[in-house]
């Protein structure tokens, strides 16, 4: 059985674990290791982390103890910042339980809709979600090099 829970500091070395493990299996197939060696070189410091448990809601979702999913929302831009799954326990509903979450979440902070840049691999999963598509986003890795992803929306109905 699979629940969600808000981070704690311990989790953010497991989270870091998680998103790198994520990025390497899971986006292979879609970017050249050099794309994805740039993203990941681009990663947030785990310092950014700690503080970002103090102004953005980032989710946890566990087996039992074990981290398998991650999520980020940064309220003051109605932006998820992150959604990561394990990548062997991706297909079992994790992913849409952490947008379930983070949807909600939204709702109740009276946001009309949210916006995430998804990794090229992702596409169909957040068309699935109810997203649309709304163009290409370059992100600009700290080596100069251009990492292709999809900018989505979401509208959140009111309550």
Known sequence: MYTIRP???KDVDNIYSLIYSSVCL???THYTQEKLNSFIDNLPSK???YKWLTDRILIVCCEGKNIVGFGQF???ESFIDAIFVHPEHTSKGIGTKI???LDGVAQSLKKSEVKINASINATSFY???GFEQQGTFFMICKDGSRFETIKFTKQIPKD
Do not use: F, M, R
């Open 7 to 9: 981070a704690s500091v």
């Open 26 to 28: 899971l986006c292979k």
């Open 47 to 49: 310092l950014l982390y």
């Open 74 to 76: 940064d309220p003051a």
């Open 99 to 101: 947008i379930n979450y």
């Open 127 to 129: 068309e699935k979600c």
